[in-house]
């Protein structure tokens, strides 16, 4: 029944090797973010789309990038992962519909290891 | 621009007694929503309570309500009979209703139930 699916679960990449999370949803939802949420802060905003428009945050280094070639599927890449990178990375969908329709669902999230 | 505040990092609570997690807002828009999200150890973001900006009534769910008060910029949470489970992150996040639908969170309080 898991409506939005983030894979892998954990994943380990080395220092400078470029590396890709996914997050799939069955929500049929328009907009999809990605947060990066290191131990005991929360989440930080990298990016989202609303459809196919993407919107980066100010702050969001070039280092991250991320796809989304249909409605289901969006990935973050990474293109050369360094130490402070290591994180939690959560994907979430919302309807982005109506002004009542804006509650987030949340994937379980990739434990990202830099070594 | 938009802000979320949480003051309290860190709160205890009794077992079977309420308990008031603050947080207050900062935002130009007229139409957003807030919400509150708990974060148990294992990092899945559950989803616990909603609150548009043009509601008159303050959200409840079960054992949880929400506290708005918009002309104080305020959201707090009331989790009424702590229960051991409840044991948490629990973050405030804030979203735009426009078309962006961009959300964004405060900082976590941590709350230890004790039995």
């Known amino acids: 029944d898991a409506m939005v699916i983030q894979n892998p679960r954990y994943q380990v990449t080395q220092f400078g090797k470029p590396v890709t999370l996914s997050c799939s949803q069955t929500?049929?939802?328009?907009?999809m973010y990605w947060y990066q949420q290191k131990s005991s802060q929360a989440p930080k905003l990298l990016f989202h789309?609303?459809?196919?428009?993407?919107?980066n945050e100010a702050d969001t280094p070039d280092n991250f990038q991320s796809r989304r070639p249909n409605t289901s599927f969006c990935f973050l890449d990474i293109r050369s992962p360094g130490l402070g990178d290591a994180a939690m990375y959560l994907c979430?969908?919302?309807?982005?519909?109506?002004?009542?329709?804006?509650?987030?669902?949340f994937g379980q999230g990739t434990r990202l290891t830099v070594v | 621009a938009q802000k979320i505040t949480q003051t309290q990092p860190g709160m205890f609570v009794q077992e079977k007694e309420a308990v008031t997690l603050d947080c207050t807002y900062d935002?130009?828009?007229?139409?957003?929503?807030l919400f509150w999200y708990k974060q148990p150890s294992s990092g899945e973001m559950i989803f616990l309570i909603y609150?548009?900006?043009?509601?008159?009534q303050n959200a409840t769910e079960g054992r949880y309500s929400l506290n708005f008060q918009k002309a104080r910029k305020s959201a707090n949470l009331v989790i009424s009979a702590s229960q051991l489970g409840d044991s948490a992150m629990y973050f405030c996040?804030?979203?735009?209703?426009?078309?962006?639908?961009?959300?964004?969170f405060g900082s976590g309080t941590r709350l230890l139930v004790r039995p």
């Open positions: 789309y609303y459809d196919k428009d993407f919107n």
């Open positions: 609150q548009g900006s043009y509601d008159q």
């Open positions: 935002t130009s828009d007229p139409s957003y929503g």
């Open positions: 929500l049929n939802h328009n907009v």
């Open positions: 979430a969908t919302s309807r982005g519909s109506g002004a009542l329709d804006t509650e987030a669902f």
């Open positions: 996040a804030m979203s735009r209703m426009d078309s962006s639908y961009k959300l964004i």
